[in-house]
T-cell receptor, first 112, second 112 residues
C-alpha cells in the first residue's frame, strides 16, 4: 500500500517568513495530493490540492509543488501570519482509489 | 447544509463498556470514513464505506465495527472499550475518487 512520509514534524518561523513542508510517497499510481490544515481542537480542513498532471498550484500565499519523478510534493506558505499556526497534513491517493494515506503531520508555529 | 455532523462531542467510558459514535452527512456523498487521531500518528483509517451497503476495513479496524445505515449515516461501534482506544475520532465523507474529503467536528473519547 501507499506510504507517506512528512517532514519536518515541527516547524517554527517568524511572522513574515516562508514555511515549507515536504512529503514523499511510495506508490507511483498516486495521482491526487490534498493538503489539510487543522487548528487546535478543530477538524482538518482541505486548503489546497494538486493532481498529477500539474506541477504547481497556487492560491494566494499558499502553493503546492509536485515532482512525480522523485515522488515528492511540498507545501509552501509565504509571508506567514500567526493565524497560519496549525498542524498541516499531506495525503496521497492512488488513481482509481478514494482512500487517502495521510502523513503524520507538521506542527507549524508562527511567532509574532 | 450542515456538512458532516458527529455525536457525541465528548465521551468518557470505563474499560469494557460499549458505545456507538454517530455520523451523518447531508451532501449526498457516496463514500464515508472513520479515522482516529492520536498525537504524532496523524489520521489513521479505521473503516470506510465506498457506497451505501458496503463497508471495508482500514488500517486499524481491530476492536471496532461499523454500520452504513443509509447513504447519510455511518456509525462506529466499540463493543468492549479499552484504554488503547482513547483518541479523537473523525468521520469524513467524499464524493468519490480524487475528490475532497469533508471532516466532521470529531469525538473526543477517553477510556479509563
Amino acid at each position: 500500500g501507499e506510504n507517506v512520509e512528512q517532514h519536518p514534524s515541527t516547524l517554527s518561523v517568524q511572522e513574515g517568513d516562508s514555511a515549507v513542508i515536504k512529503c514523499t510517497y511510495s506508490d507511483s499510481a498516486s495521482n491526487y495530493f490534498p493538503w489539510y490544515k487543522q487548528e487546535l481542537g478543530k477538524r482538518p480542513q482541505l486548503i489546497i490540492d494538486i493532481r498529477s498532471n500539474v506541477g504547481e498550484k497556487k492560491d494566494q500565499r499558499i502553493a503546492v509543488t509536485l515532482n512525480k519523478t522523485a515522488k515528492h510534493f511540498s507545501l509552501h506558505i509565504t509571508e506567514t501570519q500567526p493565524e497560519d499556526s496549525a498542524v498541516y497534513f499531506c495525503a496521497a491517493i492512488p488513481g482509481g482509489s478514494y482512500i487517502p494515506t495521510f502523513g503524520r503531520g507538521t506542527s507549524l508555529i508562527v511567532h509574532p | 447544509n450542515a456538512g458532516v455532523t458527529q455525536t457525541p462531542k465528548f465521551q468518557v467510558l470505563k474499560t469494557g463498556q460499549s458505545m456507538t459514535l454517530q455520523c451523518a452527512q447531508d451532501m449526498n456523498h457516496n463514500s464515508m470514513y472513520w479515522y482516529r487521531q492520536d498525537p504524532g500518528m496523524g489520521l489513521r483509517l479505521i473503516y470506510y464505506s465506498a457506497s451505501e451497503g458496503t463497508t471495508d476495513k482500514g488500517e486499524v479496524p481491530n476492536g471496532y465495527n461499523v454500520s452504513r445505515l443509509n447513504k447519510r449515516e455511518f456509525s462506529l461501534r466499540l463493543e468492549s472499550a479499552a484504554p488503547s482506544q482513547t483518541s479523537v475520532y473523525f468521520c469524513a465523507s467524499s464524493a468519490g475518487q480524487s475528490i475532497w474529503e469533508y471532516f466532521g467536528p470529531g469525538t473526543r473519547l477517553t477510556v479509563t
